[in-house]
């Protein structure tokens, strides 16, 4: 290797580590809790208002007088244009093999910080608008309008209706309706104190979802063929309410993107049937997607669960190669092979029984009533082999299931938010870890597993234990974000004890956490005296239930701990034990 | 002679059934009507023997298809078959263009431009197209605060004037049968048993060879507004000379007692209206009154200004949507902003329940599903976007009956918790009784109080110091810790609860108050069982605090048992479950419940997915209370879940500040370490950094 070579190399390693370090310390995180009524601590309100003026919005009411909607750019946008370089998502992205991308996509950052900074200084826009002008050529027109938004975001997290509206709520009065998401993604969401609703199933997905979905889609397929040279025939992917809502149906839009369809609105505007996307037009294969719904998006979106279903029986319905559309190939091989009709031998959308929601994986887990980790998997089919499609809604359909899971080379959910990740709730595991779970047994190996990440400009997709390592970085581990959660004392430490065991459950259901996640836990919060003198004086029992886990990750052999370290965690649970036993009972 | 109808709705089938008859008596036509359903997307099966009738048919009309699978169904079906008149009306735009009357060709005319509406054609032409074009409005601007889109706005103008434009029509040729069109379309507008009969009986004149010499009455008029009752004769045309008739029966309507509904005039007219009949008087039952108005269907604000506002002060306190559509926009579209600013300024409740309209009642308690998709989105999802809640069925088509029939113990329920709102505005705060409900998932003392981004004691002060400062009788305790120390750290008599006791019912109590102890017993055994049971009474878990009470909500019950896990349907909660509830409502007989985060297990009980029965648990568990949901707003899924299964009005709360995550330790050591390589132009330097950044990087798992 020359020189150079071995410059070169040294070089991009730098980068790409400069890379991960930017991915963490840029990172959201929700600090703390929320105290019903009160005003939010907004003296950090300089990330989330950075975060937002990154998203282009386009459908911000401007002059609510007027009723005006006019579309708002992202200033990183603008700055990156003002200067002459390319949008920030491709920034994003070149920065991540060249030191003078980085340089460029950091200047865009310092400009885009100051500015925000000014205004949040001046609580006016005129300095910032200026400071824009002068140092990146944005036109004031245009970042004023974007300091607007701004603005009603910080005039609305200075007060709050929430105590108000329980109050009228409880008088019976009319409780005005708002929509629910993330404040990133749609500022509208303020204020609070209003009856969140749902979406009319028949719009989704929405043309920007359906943009969208192309882009992330392909960093899927690519990321996939990189790792193993090729397509994947089979994919199963979870399909939940809550990201649907939020982005009109940008998880809906990929499914249908993979299988090489577009939804077709009828002359009412309703998304009711598909238009094939042509194989040349496509330039891959089409994906065979096998869809496992969560209840509530079933419930939620029943006519989506028709179009989904729709969208399967168009694709095997046409005259392409088997190398060309393996959702034909699959449907055809089970026709004629095993002699299944069309509607089992298409059957892809799966959720629970009517009227039932959930896998059950989560409560099994948390109650550690598995013994072998193959029956998680056994209990997501049970639970979750119900058909639906056509004319047979909610048939148990278990051969079924158990025989499209068997094909399934990569497992992947839509991740749509700053304020819920993956070790936040129970839920990601008991869905994207089971079904994971239950694909190694029916195939034999071990899927990949991956999550597209859209909470950013540049949308990302990640494996499973990527995003667990940025997850436990950016929060379980990080000063930052445990203390935020310490300061509310006993519910910030069932917060914490939640997040091990949501970690923990990755580990039972995909086996997808590194050694170094527990043993940093452990070294942080329980080998820590004055920490876990802390914890325990706070809130002992989740005190307890933290420790446990960790023992019960180790034996169970999903941690290999040191003896040393694992003899410290049984002491210290040796003597939460007495406490608990003195204090209670 | 044979026509074939294939409607949407409840309001045609009945004066449709009668028209049959007494056309065959009185005309001896040997005409077979067959009526076809097509509001839900039918199955091969249902379609298939639907379109056996075609073929066979003189006439077909096709009346408010709007569902794609049977529109293009149909489609085809009359296209193979083009001897057959066909009559569209208020259809998708690819049916209307498939009208076949005469030497009339809807389709050419609808291609034609021009919206001028002083000519027949152009009237045809705005009738054939009013919906999508109020669809396309509304496309894209769901954020716009503008009026009703003109498409409405426009049809309603245009259909009071249909009689005077008539007049102007000659009945020669091709115009001729444009003016039958019209005159079909008046019938339409007016669905009174006589006008459907004429209706059918005019199509024949005009379309079946041979019949020219019947004789068909002019339309029948009814008001396109005013209000209705039961128990009197005829629609009242105004407010006054209703409230004359209403109150000279003895009942007042004070603005604190009564109930504004909204109903669809084509049920009233068409007599197709028993299941309004029995949720009115149910309404009544409980003491309340009514103004049940003919809603003004494109805008019911229109119907609100008239009949439940005065002087800008609102008469009613609630608003009863029975449209099945949202309150402005009509069928085709929903101007949510116009409605949420209407309904702020009047500060009445809007509560939307259904009909099941487009499925029969049957299916509807056969299975789990409840309502079909097009009605959980048509009559659910869109007036939620409004505001609306409480979405209760309460009638529906049988498949034997022609016409809409009432479901009892749901009229009765709506009416009970109508009433249970009407005692929140209206009792003195200080007599008012308010149950907080929280969660401890999983189940232990140091989940008490989970809520997904919400410090549950602290917002429960808060909460508490409202309710003090509003008037609530309520003790109020010095701080969140000691609220906590009271709820978790009292006498809580062993394993089986996590919290205080505040009270225990005995199994009789139970029983007594309980109407599905048994099907709960078929599941978990004889009560009390012996979750949140001592084996003899059923724990209450919470604390009293006044007339505040806070309880603590079981779980399901069946995480720590493998068999009830591995089920792929769940059962009934078990007997400490709806021991709560039971005691809530009936024992210490709150006036609410007010659940405090997301998310509880209440709302995930096994039973319908929306438009939910006696039969299905949530329904059951949450009984006749008033629920108020505080729940986080960045989850608009399953909220909406409680939404439609507690009948929960939520208050969405802020989500927790958000930062970038920053850099700690270790990583910030490295990021110094790459910035110096970044920055270093000595080649020896940068060796020696590089290797120090491995190292560093190594320390850090990266």
């Given at each position: 290797?020359?020189?150079?070579?071995?410059?070169?190399?040294?070089?991009?390693?730098?980068?790409?580590?400069?890379?991960?370090?930017?991915?963490?310390?840029?990172?959201?995180?929700?600090?703390?809790?929320?105290?019903?009524?009160?005003?939010?601590n907004?003296?950090?309100?300089?990330?989330?208002?950075?975060?937002v003026?990154?998203?282009?919005?386009?459908?911000?009411?401007?002059?609510?007088?007027?009723?005006?909607?006019?579309?708002v750019?992202?200033?990183?946008?603008?700055?990156?244009?003002?200067?002459?370089?390319?949008?920030?998502?491709?920034?994003?992205?070149?920065?991540?093999?060249?030191?003078?991308?980085?340089r460029?996509?950091?200047?865009?950052?310092?400009?885009?910080?100051?500015?925000?900074?000014i205004?949040v200084?001046?609580?006016?826009?005129?300095?910032?608008?200026?400071?824009?002008?002068?140092?990146?050529?944005?036109?004031?027109?245009?970042?004023?309008?974007?300091?607007?938004?701004?603005?009603?975001?910080?005039?609305?997290?200075?007060r709050?209706?929430e105590l108000?509206?329980?109050?009228?709520?409880?008088?019976?009065?009319?409780?005005?309706?708002?929509?629910?998401?993330?404040?990133?993604?749609?500022p509208?969401?303020?204020?609070?104190?209003?009856?969140?609703?749902?979406v009319?199933?028949?719009?989704?997905?929405?043309?920007?979802?359906?943009r969208?979905?192309?882009?992330i889609?392909?960093?899927?397929?690519?990321?996939?063929?990189?790792?193993?040279?090729?397509?994947?025939?089979?994919?199963?992917?979870?399909l939940?309410?809550i990201?649907?809502?939020?982005?009109?149906?940008?998880?809906?839009?990929?499914?249908l993107?993979?299988?090489?369809?577009?939804?077709?609105?009828?002359?009412?505007?309703?998304?009711?049937?598909?238009?094939?996307?042509?194989?040349?037009?496509?330039?891959?294969?089409?994906?065979?997607?096998?869809?496992?719904?969560?209840?509530?998006?079933?419930?939620?979106?029943?006519?989506?669960?028709?179009?989904?279903?729709?969208?399967?029986?168009?694709?095997?319905?046409?005259?392409?190669?088997?190398?060309?559309?393996?959702?034909?190939k699959h449907?055809?091989?089970?026709?004629?092979?095993?002699?299944?009709?069309?509607?089992?031998?298409?059957?892809?959308?799966?959720?629970?029984?009517?009227?039932?929601?959930?896998?059950?994986?989560?409560?099994?887990?948390?109650?550690?009533?598995?013994?072998?980790?193959?029956?998680?998997?056994?209990?997501?089919?049970?639970?979750?082999c119900?058909?639906?499609?056509?004319?047979?809604?909610?048939?148990?359909?278990?051969?079924?299931?158990?025989?499209a899971?068997?094909?399934?080379?990569?497992?992947?959910?839509?991740?749509?938010?700053?304020?819920?990740?993956?070790?936040?709730?129970?839920h990601?595991?008991?869905?994207?870890?089971?079904?994971?779970?239950?694909?190694?047994?029916?195939?034999?190996?071990?899927?990949?597993v991956?999550?597209?990440?859209?909470?950013?400009?540049?949308?990302?997709?990640?494996?499973?234990?990527?995003?667990?390592?940025l997850?436990?970085?950016?929060?379980?581990?990080?000063?930052?974000?445990?203390?935020?959660m310490?300061?509310?004392?006993?519910s910030?430490?069932?917060?914490?004890?939640?997040?091990?065991?949501?970690?923990?459950?990755?580990?039972?259901?995909?086996?997808?956490?590194?050694?170094?996640?527990?043993?940093?836990?452990?070294?942080?919060?329980?080998?820590?005296?004055?920490?876990?003198?802390?914890?325990?004086?706070?809130?002992?029992?989740?005190?307890r239930?933290?420790?446990?886990?960790?023992?019960?990750?180790?034996?169970?052999?999903?941690?290999?701990?040191?003896?040393?370290?694992?003899?410290?965690?049984?002491?210290?649970f040796?003597?939460?034990?007495d406490?608990?036993?003195?204090?209670?009972? | 002679m044979?026509i074939t109808?294939?409607?949407?709705?409840?309001?045609?089938?009945?004066?449709?059934?009668?028209?049959?008859?007494d056309?065959?008596?009185?005309?001896?036509?040997?005409?077979?009507?067959a009526?076809?359903?097509?509001?839900?997307?039918?199955?091969?099966?249902?379609?298939?023997?639907?379109?056996?009738?075609?073929?066979?048919?003189?006439?077909?009309?096709?009346?408010?298809?709007?569902?794609?699978?049977?529109?293009?169904?149909?489609v085809d079906?009359?296209?193979?078959?083009?001897?057959?008149?066909?009559?569209?009306i208020?259809?998708?735009?690819?049916?209307m263009?498939?009208?076949?009357?005469?030497?009339?060709?809807?389709?050419?005319?609808?291609k034609?431009?021009?919206?001028?509406?002083?000519?027949?054609?152009?009237?045809?032409?705005?009738?054939?197209?009013?919906?999508?074009?109020?669809?396309?409005?509304?496309?894209?601007?769901?954020?716009?605060?503008?009026?009703?889109?003109?498409?409405?706005?426009?049809?309603?103008?245009?259909?009071?004037?249909?009689?005077?434009?008539?007049?102007?029509?000659?009945?020669?040729?091709k115009?001729?049968?444009i003016?039958?069109?019209?005159?079909?379309?008046?019938?339409?507008?007016?669905?009174t048993?006589?006008?459907?009969?004429?209706?059918?009986?005019?199509?024949?004149?005009?379309?079946?060879?041979?019949?020219?010499?019947?004789?068909?009455?002019p339309?029948e008029?009814?008001?396109?507004?005013?209000?209705?009752?039961?128990?009197?004769?005829?629609?009242?045309?105004?407010?006054?000379?209703?409230?004359?008739?209403?109150?000279?029966?003895?009942?007042?309507?004070?603005?604190?007692?009564?109930?504004?509904?909204?109903?669809?005039?084509?049920?009233?007219i068409?007599?197709?209206?028993?299941?309004?009949?029995?949720?009115?008087?149910?309404?009544?039952?409980?003491?309340?009154?009514?103004?049940?108005?003919?809603?003004?269907?494109?805008?019911?604000?229109?119907?609100?200004?008239?009949?439940?506002?005065?002087?800008?002060?609102?008469?009613?306190?609630?608003?009863?949507?029975?449209?099945?559509?949202?309150?402005?926009?009509?069928?085709?579209?929903?101007?949510?902003?116009?409605?949420?600013?209407f309904?702020?300024?009047?500060?009445?409740?809007?509560?939307?329940?259904?009909?099941?309209d487009?499925?029969?009642?049957?299916?509807?308690?056969?299975?789990r599903?409840?309502?079909?998709?097009?009605?959980?989105?048509m009559?659910?999802?869109?007036?939620?976007?409004?505001?609306?809640?409480?979405?209760?069925?309460?009638?529906?088509?049988t498949?034997?009956?022609?016409?809409?029939?009432?479901?009892?113990?749901?009229?009765?329920?709506?009416?009970?918790?109508?009433?249970?709102?009407?005692?929140?505005?209206?009792?003195?705060?200080?007599?008012?009784?308010?149950a907080?409900?929280?969660?401890?998932?999983?189940?232990?003392?140091?989940?008490?109080?989970?809520?997904?981004?919400?410090?549950?004691?602290?917002?429960?002060?808060?909460?508490?110091?409202?309710?003090?400062?509003?008037?609530?009788?309520?003790?109020?305790?010095?701080?969140?810790?000691?609220?906590?120390?009271?709820?978790?750290?009292?006498f809580?008599?062993?394993?089986?609860?996590?919290?205080?006791?505040?009270?225990?019912?005995?199994?009789?109590?139970?029983?007594?108050?309980?109407?599905?102890?048994?099907?709960?017993?078929?599941?978990?055994?004889?009560?009390?069982?012996?979750?949140?049971?001592?084996?003899?009474?059923?724990?209450?878990?919470?604390?009293?605090?006044?007339?505040?009470?806070i309880?603590?909500?079981?779980?399901?019950?069946?995480?720590?048992d493998?068999?009830?896990?591995?089920?792929?349907?769940?059962?009934?909660?078990?007997?400490?479950?709806?021991?709560?509830?039971t005691?809530?409502?009936?024992?210490?007989?709150a006036?609410?419940?007010?659940?405090?985060?997301?998310?509880?297990s209440?709302?995930?009980m096994?039973?319908?997915?929306?438009?939910?029965?006696?039969?299905?648990?949530?329904?059951?568990?949450?009984?006749?209370?008033?629920?108020?949901?505080?729940?986080?707003?960045?989850?608009?899924?399953?909220?909406?879940?409680?939404?439609?299964?507690?009948?929960?009005?939520?208050?969405?709360?802020?989500?927790?500040?958000v930062?970038?995550?920053?850099?700690?330790?270790?990583?910030?050591?490295?990021?110094?370490?790459l910035?110096?390589y970044?920055?270093?132009?000595n080649?020896?330097?940068?060796?020696?950094?590089?290797?120090?950044?491995?190292?560093?990087?190594?320390?850090?798992?990266?």
């Amino acid at each position: 290797m020359t020189d150079t070579e071995r410059n070169r190399d040294r070089d991009r390693r730098v980068i790409e580590l400069y890379e991960r370090v930017l991915e963490i310390e840029q990172r959201l995180i929700p600090t703390g809790l929320h105290v019903f009524g009160r005003v939010s601590n907004s003296n950090e309100i300089e990330s989330l208002l950075k975060m937002v003026a990154s998203f282009e919005r386009s459908d911000i009411v401007i002059e609510p007088a007027s009723g005006q909607t006019a579309p708002v750019k992202a200033l990183t946008d603008l700055i990156a244009a003002g200067l002459g370089l390319p949008e920030y998502a491709a920034l994003l992205k070149e920065s991540e093999s060249s030191e003078e991308r980085l340089r460029d996509r950091e200047r865009v950052e310092s400009i885009l910080s100051e500015a925000v900074a000014i205004f949040v200084l001046d609580r006016s826009s005129q300095r910032a608008v200026d400071c824009l002008a002068a140092t990146a050529f944005v036109p004031a027109h245009e970042s004023v309008k974007v300091f607007e938004v701004l603005a009603r975001i910080r005039f609305e997290l200075e007060r709050s209706d929430e105590l108000r509206s329980l109050s009228r709520a409880l008088r019976g009065e009319y409780i005005e309706p708002g929509p629910g998401a993330d404040i990133i993604q749609n500022p509208n969401v303020l204020p609070t104190g209003r009856n969140t609703h749902a979406v009319n199933p028949y719009t989704v997905p929405s043309s920007t979802a359906v943009r969208k979905a192309g882009p992330i889609v392909a960093s899927l397929l690519e990321r996939h063929t990189a790792e193993t040279g090729r397509y994947p025939e089979t994919m199963a992917m979870v399909l939940w309410g809550i990201d649907n809502i939020k982005t009109q149906g940008e998880a809906v839009a990929q499914a249908l993107n993979l299988m090489g369809v577009r939804p077709r609105r009828d002359s009412l505007n309703r998304a009711t049937d598909v238009d094939v996307i042509p194989l040349a037009e496509l330039g891959r294969p089409r994906i065979d997607v096998v869809m496992t719904v969560s209840g509530i998006f079933r419930d939620l979106f029943g006519a989506t669960m028709a179009l989904l279903d729709k969208a399967v029986r168009t694709a095997a319905a046409l005259d392409e190669p088997d190398d060309a559309n393996f959702i034909r190939k699959h449907v055809q091989a089970r026709m004629s092979e095993d002699r299944l009709s069309i509607d089992d031998a298409a059957a892809r959308v799966f959720s629970n029984a009517a009227g039932n929601y959930g896998t059950n994986v989560n409560f099994m887990v948390l109650d550690s009533q598995w013994e072998d980790a193959g029956e998680l998997g056994d209990l997501f089919v049970t639970r979750k082999c119900f058909a639906y499609g056509r004319g047979s809604d909610a048939r148990e359909a278990r051969a079924l299931l158990d025989r499209a899971l068997a094909q399934v080379e990569l497992t992947y959910q839509n991740i749509d938010s700053t304020e819920v990740g993956i070790t936040d709730v129970d839920h990601y595991f008991e869905y994207l870890g089971g079904v994971s779970k239950a694909v190694e047994k029916r195939s034999g190996s071990r899927p990949r597993v991956y999550l597209s990440d859209s909470t950013s400009p540049g949308s990302k997709v990640r494996t499973l234990e990527e995003t667990i390592r940025l997850e436990t970085r950016t929060k379980t581990l990080n000063p930052k974000w445990y203390e935020g959660m310490l300061s509310h004392g006993f519910s910030g430490v069932a917060e914490i004890e939640h997040h091990v065991t949501n970690t923990f459950g990755w580990s039972a259901t995909a086996d997808a956490v590194d050694k170094w996640v527990y043993d940093e836990v452990a070294r942080t919060f329980v080998l820590d005296e004055e920490m876990l003198e802390r914890l325990r004086g706070m809130n002992a029992h989740s005190t307890r239930s933290m420790i446990g886990r960790l023992l019960e990750a180790s034996g169970r052999g999903l941690w290999a701990a040191d003896e040393s370290m694992l003899n410290k965690l049984r002491e210290a649970f040796a003597s939460l034990e007495d406490q608990l036993e003195g204090v209670t009972v | 002679m044979k026509i074939t109808v294939f409607y949407v709705g409840s309001s045609l089938p009945a004066p449709l059934t009668r028209a049959e008859r007494d056309l065959n008596e009185k005309h001896k036509l040997g005409l077979e009507l067959a009526l076809h359903n097509c509001g839900s997307s039918l199955s091969e099966k249902a379609w298939s023997e639907a379109a056996r009738d075609v073929p066979s048919s003189e006439i077909v009309f096709i009346i408010h298809v709007t569902d794609q699978d049977n529109a293009s169904r149909l489609v085809d079906a009359i296209a193979s078959h083009p001897s057959i008149t066909v009559i569209a009306i208020n259809c998708m735009p690819e049916l209307m263009r498939r009208t076949r009357m005469g030497k009339l060709d809807f389709s050419a005319l609808m291609k034609s431009r021009g919206d001028d509406e002083s000519t027949p054609a152009g009237v045809m032409r705005r009738l054939g197209t009013w919906m999508a074009e109020t669809m396309r409005a509304r496309k894209g601007s769901s954020s716009s605060k503008k009026k009703a889109p003109g498409g409405v706005a426009k049809y309603s103008k245009l259909i009071q004037r249909l009689p005077a434009i008539l007049k102007l029509v000659p009945r020669a040729g091709k115009l001729g049968d444009i003016k039958n069109y019209i005159l079909l379309y008046s019938y339409f507008l007016q669905p009174t048993p006589n006008n459907i009969r004429s209706m059918i009986l005019f199509a024949i004149k005009h379309y079946v060879p041979g019949q020219d010499r019947l004789r068909v009455r002019p339309p029948e008029t009814k008001p396109s507004e005013g209000i209705y009752h039961p128990d009197a004769d005829d629609l009242f045309e105004s407010l006054p000379l209703y409230r004359k008739w209403y109150e000279g029966r003895g009942r007042k309507l004070r603005p604190t007692n009564t109930v504004g509904l909204l109903l669809m005039r084509p049920q009233i007219i068409s007599n197709s209206r028993r299941h309004y009949d029995r949720l009115i008087r149910a309404i009544e039952d409980e003491g309340l009154s009514v103004i049940p108005a003919l809603s003004t269907f494109m805008d019911n604000r229109d119907a609100c200004r008239s009949y439940f506002v005065s002087a800008d002060k609102p008469l009613v306190s609630q608003v009863v949507s029975l449209t099945g559509f949202s309150f402005v926009g009509g069928p085709a579209s929903n101007d949510s902003d116009a409605a949420v600013e209407f309904l702020k300024e009047m500060n009445a409740p809007l509560r939307s329940m259904v009909s099941l309209d487009t499925q029969t009642i049957e299916s509807w308690e056969a299975g789990r599903l409840g309502l079909n998709p097009v009605q959980s989105a048509m009559q659910v999802a869109i007036p939620e976007i409004d505001g609306a809640t409480e979405p209760f069925v309460y009638g529906g088509m049988t498949s034997a009956a022609s016409e809409p029939i009432p479901l009892e113990d749901r009229c009765t329920r709506i009416a009970r918790r109508l009433s249970r709102w009407n005692r929140l505005q209206t009792e003195s705060r200080e007599s008012l009784r308010i149950a907080l409900v929280i969660f401890c998932f999983p189940p232990g003392k140091g989940n008490i109080g989970t809520a997904a981004d919400l410090d549950v004691f602290p917002s429960l002060i808060e909460i508490l110091g409202q309710l003090q400062r509003d008037g609530y009788r309520v003790d109020v305790p010095s701080s969140a810790d000691a609220l906590r120390e009271m709820v978790l750290e009292g006498f809580d008599d062993g394993a089986n609860s996590v919290a205080h006791i505040a009270y225990r019912m005995n199994v009789d109590e139970y029983r007594s108050l309980c109407p599905y102890v048994e099907n709960i017993e078929a599941e978990w055994g004889p009560a009390p069982g012996r979750i949140n049971s001592n084996g003899r009474e059923i724990l209450i878990q919470g604390i009293e605090l006044g007339n505040v009470f806070i309880a603590v909500q079981p779980t399901f019950g069946y995480e720590g048992d493998p068999m009830r896990l591995l089920n792929a349907e769940s059962g009934a909660p078990h007997h400490g479950f709806m021991g709560l509830y039971t005691y809530l409502e009936k024992g210490w007989k709150a006036d609410a419940v007010i659940h405090v985060g997301t998310h509880g297990s209440l709302e995930f009980m096994p039973g319908k997915q929306v438009g939910l029965s006696s039969g299905c648990w949530p329904d059951r568990l949450i009984g006749e209370l008033p629920n108020i949901y505080i729940y986080s707003v960045n989850n608009p899924s399953e909220g909406t879940i409680a939404r439609r299964r507690s009948y929960a009005e939520l208050i969405s709360y802020l989500t927790p500040p958000v930062e970038n995550a920053g850099l700690y330790r270790g990583l910030a050591e490295l990021k110094e370490m790459l910035n110096a390589y970044r920055q270093s132009v000595n080649e020896h330097d940068r060796i020696q950094l590089f290797d120090a950044i491995q190292e560093q990087a190594a320390v850090l798992n990266l």
